[in-house]
């Protein structure tokens, strides 16, 4: 894989990990609290303002719609996590026994990333944000369903992998806005 997208993909990481940590010592694990449903609605929202905004070409809360794929990378992040502490009743964790598992997230991600990359060609470069966006809004429907059928698939891929093409999808839409804005 071509060593800049791995580049451009660790800065994005970067700065999502540090707005995580920040997060995290502001608020502490309260996201704990939230059923996986509750987190896939949580991004879910964030996805709908993107899309909102790109429809409208025009946005009434300044946030930016950075800060919104930031918020999708972490918020699918914290789901992929919350599966692993399943039957994990606490409701607060440090950061120091997060991190690893925000880790291993990232890289068993950025693995998938390196492996459809190497399929694909980084066709991603060629697609526009908003197409992106439309993607990960379909992957939301697609856990959502997945979510009503208590878990279960017949010949799909489970929530886990679609919330890691929704991280990458986000990173790829940063990646591109960063472009864009240099431009």
């Not at 704990?32 to 987190?39: A, K, W």
């Not at 991004?43 to 919104?68: H, L, M, N, Y």
């Not at 919350?82 to 991600?109: H, I, S």
Request: aromatic share 8%; net charge negative; charged share 30%.
């Amino acid at each position: 894989m071509k060593t800049q997208t791995v580049s451009e993909y660790n800065q994005v990481i970067a700065l999502c990990k540090e707005l995580f940590k920040k997060k995290t010592v502001d608020y502490g694990t309260a996201w704990r609290v939230l059923r996986l449903p509750s987190i896939t609605d949580q991004i879910f929202i964030k996805a709908q303002r993107i899309r909102s905004i790109q429809e409208k070409g025009t946005q009434r809360v300044q946030d930016p719609v950075q800060d919104e794929f930031i918020g999708i990378i972490n918020y699918c992040l914290i789901a992929l996590i919350q599966m692993g502490l399943e039957n994990d009743e606490r409701l607060e964790l440090g950061y120091e026994e997060l991190e690893p598992m925000y880790d291993k997230w990232v890289d068993a991600t950025r693995g998938l990333l390196e492996n459809k990359n190497h399929d694909y060609g980084e066709a991603w470069r060629d697609m526009r944000v908003s197409s992106m966006t439309d993607l990960i809004l379909m992957k939301l429907y697609r856990v959502k369903q997945i979510e009503d059928n208590s878990g279960k698939t017949l010949a799909s891929e489970g929530v886990d992998a679609n919330y890691q093409d929704m991280i990458n999808y986000s990173i790829f839409c940063l990646i591109k806005l960063k472009e864009q804005a240099d431009v």
